[in-house]
């Protein structure tokens, strides 16, 4: 029997064999890829996942419960130490809600809005310092503090003080080693020379001497100014005689350095970058107002300004009373600048002296603009415990 006859079969596309060939190709990645993941020692799955970006790392936690785990334990929060540490976030309070905090993102511009169960809701609480992903906040009404991690919400109410005249005071914050689990030790320090220091590991506050004789009371500090830290020791801003006071938190030794300020400066405030003191703050001459930035020179103990904003965006200011507040002094500045006509947020990267415009922070349920009030910068930890 003679059979039909059946025409050749069409030639393919070379579009259409491509696409064959692709997906075969991924079949076979996807295959060999679950292969490596499986047999990948435990310890350098723990350092490729701690090399993520903090915001892909939280979202990583929801894969399964080994991956979310993996942020309590110990070998993973080594291997966190160990990396350089990124862009630094910021912890903001808007005038609107002084009961909540949002918290910006520079890598991604992108404004958060956490919710911190633990803090009190009807009160003031302020960011005020930070170190190891740990922001401290003051309870500005009953004077307590607290200490949390705003990503993973671990939290501390810390014990209470042992002097119970409270004035206004400045606040600084130190690790004890690389991380938190080595215990972190917390500063506030009077304009009368009061001090106290708090150590997580012991969970008291101590008093550890008064003011040496050698620096002059009363400090007259500048409130405006968040606490520097480098290494073991804080550094913070007075004014009559103008300069810096240190206290090294492993040796309990107080300096005091007289140190000129630029003139025509206002709303200046320290901050920090590789080590080296700088200072921010807002020149104003006639009706011309612009940022500026200075480094200490160590040798003669003098500001030597070593950059400023663009001009174009200094017009905006001409004629305007405008305010400056310092947000984050840790390598890279949030500057909230703000007059009656207007409210801008600047960061500013010390290392590369880059300027850039901060996107507004709106809140997920209405469209109206947020005015940031205060805040402090801190390093995204996943893995820092309060």
């Known amino acids: ?52 970006p903090t915001a892909t790392l939280f979202r990583f936690r929801s ?50 809005h956490p919710s911190i169960a633990s803090l009190p809701t009807k009160a003031i609480i302020l960011p005020v310092a930070s170190a190891g992903g740990l922001v401290c906040f003051l309870d500005i009404g009953h004077r307590n503090f607290h200490v949390c991690n705003p990503l993973t919400k671990s939290f501390r109410e810390l014990p209470t003080r042992s002097v119970r005249v409270w004035s206004r005071v400045a606040v600084g914050m130190t690790l004890n080693g690389n991380s938190t689990t080595e215990g972190y030790k917390i500063l506030w320090l009077g304009c009368d020379g009061e001090y106290e220091v708090f150590d997580s590991m012991k969970d008291t506050w101590s008093r550890l001497g008064s003011m040496p004789s050698n620096i002059k009371l009363p400090l007259s500090l500048n409130f405006r100014s968040q606490a520097v830290s480098i290494d073991s020791t804080l550094y913070f801003m007075r004014a009559e005689p103008d300069g810096i006071v240190s206290y090294d938190m492993v040796n309990g030794v107080w300096k005091q350095f007289a140190i000129p300020a630029p003139p ?36 003669t103990l003098l500001w030597k300004e ?25 390598g890279l500045l949030m ?35 947020q005015w940031v009030a205060c805040g402090t910068a801190f390093h995204p930890s996943p893995t820092a415990i309060a």
């Not at 491509?18 to 295959?31: F, M, T």
């Not at 400023?308 to 002094?329: A, D, Q, S």
């Open 63 to 112: 894969v399964c419960q080994k991956w979310n785990s993996l942020l309590v334990s110990h070998s993973f929060s080594q291997h966190c130490a160990e990396i350089p540490q990124c862009y630094p976030w910021f912890y903001t309070i808007t005038h609107e809600d002084v009961s909540s905090g949002t918290v910006y993102d520079p890598s991604l511009k992108k404004w958060y």
């Open 335 to 369: 500057l909230s600048l703000r007059s009656k006509q207007m409210n801008r947020l600047v960061t500013y990267d010390v290392s590369s002296r880059e300027w850039q415009k901060v996107p507004s922070c709106i809140l997920p349920s209405g469209k109206k603009r």
């Open 306 to 330: 070593v950059d400023r904003m663009p001009n174009i965006w200094c017009l905006e200011f001409y004629g305007k009373h405008v305010r400056m507040t310092c947000l984050g002094n840790k």
């Open 264 to 299: 025509h400066l206002t709303d200046h405030s320290l901050a920090e970058c590789g080590g080296q003191i700088m200072l921010v703050g807002l020149l104003t001459k006639n009706a011309a107002t612009c940022v500026c930035i200075w480094e200490l020179q160590k040798m």
């Open 1 to 52: 029997m003679v059979e039909p006859y059946k025409s050749p079969p069409a030639k393919k596309s070379r579009k259409e064999r491509n696409r064959v060939k692709l997906l075969d190709n991924a079949y076979k990645a996807e295959v060999m890829e679950q292969k490596i993941w499986k047999e990948l020692p435990e310890d350098l799955f723990e350092a490729v996942i701690a090399r993520l």
